[in-house]
């Protein structure tokens, strides 16, 4: 990040003691939730049970509906103030948005462990 008067600030995010497997993204809702994984990659094909964890691309406005039956996020894209985060902050919900090809590592139906405080996801 390059300040107004042009200081190049650098660094990395604090993680200190993450689990050896552990999935890392960027945390934007705390609390921690364990539960089923739905790897959902189109709002149309969404199947989910109360209690699921959602795991998706991204959200935008339409996802909103499915937010009343999940109880955790993980999303691909997003930051602190991308729709996704800022829904389940709303919601009570943890979540860890900006995970690095989330769709692929955690599978349909795995159980898994969220991480909203910390920011990284463990498959149980």
């Keep these: 990040m390059i300040t107004s008067d042009g200081e190049i600030i650098a660094g990395e995010y604090k993680r200190g003691n993450l ?14 939730i364990e539960g089923r994984a739905r790897v ?3 709002m149309e094909d969404a199947a989910l049970e109360d209690g699921d964890i959602l795991v998706t691309p991204f959200t935008d406005p339409s996802w909103t509906p499915l ?23 709303e919601y009570g919900l943890p979540a860890v948005v900006g995970v690095e090809n989330a769709t692929k590592l955690i599978k349909d139906g795995q159980r898994i462990r969220v991480n909203g405080t910390d920011g990284y996801i463990e498959i149980l």
């Design 40 to 42: 959902i990659l189109n």
């Design 67 to 89: 937010f009343v039956s999940i109880k955790d996020l993980v999303t691909e894209v997003g930051g602190l103030m991308t729709h996704g985060a800022v829904i389940a902050r």
């Design 19 to 32: 689990p050896v497997e552990a999935i890392v993204g960027l945390p934007v809702s705390s609390g921690v």
